[in-house]
């Protein structure tokens, strides 16, 4: 997994922030996350901290290390190579934190995998 990949390599951060997206904040009525980053912090003592709505400098920020990130992938990557990883390599929090390839070839039915179809 990703983030196993960074600890390993940086340490585990003391915090997370994030912006109030349904991936990041749990459900309001049932308070159960939606997605597998839900139980993410916590199963490795990170402190979740959700930025305040209309938090214009956080999300400055935020979208200023984003903008740098597309500009070192176009700089680096070709577009066969953005879209290799984001099908083959990127683990999908939608897709219990699996890559879009190998959940494809999970739903085949048997019949298209063993070429009898």
Not at 16 to 21: A, F, R
Request: proline residues 8%.
């Amino acid at each position: 997994m990703v983030p196993e990949t960074g600890f390993a390599r940086y340490g585990v951060p003391n915090d997370i922030l994030t912006d109030h997206g349904s991936r990041f904040v749990p459900n309001q009525k049932t308070n159960t996350p939606h997605h597998a980053f839900g139980r993410f912090p916590g199963h490795h003592s990170i402190r979740h901290t959700v930025a305040r709505r209309n938090d214009t400098q956080t999300h400055e920020k935020i979208e200023r290390f984003f903008w740098e990130i597309d500009r070192l992938i176009a700089a680096v990557f070709s577009m066969d190579d953005v879209v290799d990883w984001q099908n083959r390599i990127k683990p999908h929090a939608s897709l219990d934190c699996k890559e879009p390839e190998t959940v494809f070839v999970e739903r085949l039915p048997p019949k298209r995998i063993l070429g009898y179809a």
